[in-house]
């Protein structure tokens, strides 16, 4: 009889915990690891760049502002999938996207995400930066909500952080600070 009852105790945990972040579809062709080679194109002459890898850039922030929970490597968004351009970058259209990664948490009931988005124009920088901030779905984990969007961009690249302010007050603006601190320069873009 105990047998039984902890059986059941541990299929309705299973369930309970699977309830939220079950719901949340993952992309099943994004691969393990983002690229590490440079930008296939330049940014324009007339704006400052930040020449290392997204990769890199992602790291060298958490290295600036820690997180309190734990995310994984960036990985890398496939530019020909709608659905990761959706529900990554809130984008329906990635033309003027050269490259981008995402970082969020291991557990999917969390709302937290990190994009950052390599432009293929510096030029389009603040538009995609726009159309990312009007388009992403802050709501995309079903049971939680991120009440915390900042976008900022630098040259060519474009970084989008939301989270739920009960996850982590005051995190996103943070990080948009900790990004203006590693590309060493004000954000040409902030909102």
């Known amino acids: 009889m105990k047998k039984l009852i902890a059986l059941v105790l541990s299929l309705i945990l299973v369930l309970s915990l699977a309830a939220c972040g079950g719901n949340r579809a993952t992309p099943t062709d994004a691969p393990t690891q983002a690229p590490t080679e440079a930008p296939t194109e330049a940014p324009t002459e007339a704006s400052a760049a930040y020449t290392g890898t997204l990769t890199e850039l992602v ?3 958490y290295e600036k502002q820690p997180l309190e929970f734990g995310v994984a490597d960036p990985i890398a968004i496939d ?3 709608s659905y990761q351009l959706s529900y990554f970058m809130g984008l329906t259209d990635g ?3 050269s490259e981008a990664v995402y970082s969020e ?7 937290y995400s990190m994009v950052a988005v390599r432009v293929k124009d510096a030029a389009d ?3 995609v930066a726009e159309e990312m901030r009007g ?14 969007l900042h976008v900022g961009a630098y040259g060519d690249v474009v970084l989008l952080v939301m989270v739920g302010s ?4 005051g995190l996103s603006e943070k990080l948009m600070d900790a990004f203006a601190a590693v590309v060493g320069s004000d954000l040409d873009y902030k909102n």
């Open 166 to 169: 009960e996850l982590a007050p």
């Open 125 to 127: 920088a603040s538009a």
């Open 59 to 61: 790291t060298a922030i």
């Open 79 to 81: 530019l020909a999938d």
């Open 95 to 97: 033309s003027k996207v």
């Open 135 to 148: 388009g992403i779905d802050t709501r995309k984990w079903i049971c939680v909500e991120a009440d915390d």
């Open 105 to 111: 948490p291991f557990i999917g009931s969390q709302p």
